[in-house]
């Protein structure tokens, strides 16, 4: 076991990363990931302890329930989050091919998992695709659109966003890899063959330590 992988040491790496990366290194979004992977970097304490916990306790009855064959998330990330869901059928994608072979050679002998580059993703008939944590990191505006545009296709029966929801360009200040948008007004103006059927609020809000709480809901659309 490497020292990263231990569950309460991921997140401190991830913190310390994030510190030094966001004031000493930010070209893109794309190549600031990469980066941070490479240099053994996670995820951040989103995918790790009991916030976690409470998004697999969510995603995994809301496949159960609806009975969910097929599973689509863009922006994987390093997958430790995935270790904790029952998804019948899954694919990853995400920008940095670093934690893409990290993530396949973790779930090498389980082949209802697959991952590749965003690159690569081709719009197929899909029961739910997700976007957990990834829309406050999404800094330029074409990739954000890119990103909710890909969500929000007629192939994709369900949608679940967990992110924030309010508008701060953080990204023009301290912290260069997160700008906070309002993601509804684009829902709602963009995508109006989808209808928002619920919001959970965290069971862990964000208090001060992004280690223990979070800015993030969870939003659930389904296709009209």
Not at 17 to 37: D, I, Q, T, V
Request: positive net charge; glycine residues 6%; hydrophobic residues 30%.
């Amino acid at each position: 076991m490497k020292v990263k992988d231990i569950p309460f040491i991921g997140p401190i790496l991830s913190s310390l990363s994030s510190k030094l990366y966001h004031k000493s290194y930010f070209k893109n979004s794309g190549e600031y990931w990469e980066k941070r992977y490479k240099d053994g970097g996670t995820s951040g304490s989103g995918s790790y302890n009991q916030l976690a916990i409470f998004k697999a306790e969510i995603l995994n009855q809301f496949v159960e329930k609806n009975k969910i064959s097929s599973v689509v998330e863009l922006g994987c990330g390093d997958a430790n989050q995935l270790k904790l869901q029952k998804y019948p059928n899954y694919i990853g994608y995400d920008v940095s091919n670093t934690i893409l072979d990290s993530c396949s050679k973790t779930f090498s002998e389980d082949n209802t998992k697959q991952f590749d580059h965003i690159s690569n993703f081709k719009s197929k008939k899909t029961d739910l695709i997700l976007s957990l944590d990834v829309i406050y990191h999404l800094i330029e505006d074409d990739v954000y659109f890119n990103h909710m545009k890909t969500l929000f296709n007629a192939n994709n029966k369900n949608v679940i966003i967990y992110s924030s929801n309010f508008d701060d360009d953080y990204g023009n200040k301290e912290i260069k890899h997160v700008r906070h948008r309002k993601f509804t007004n684009w829902v709602e103006k963009n995508a109006k063959d989808f209808k928002l059927d619920k919001l959970i609020k965290n069971k862990y809000p964000y208090s001060g330590d992004s280690k223990t709480g979070s800015l993030a809901d969870f939003y659930f659309y389904s296709h009209r």
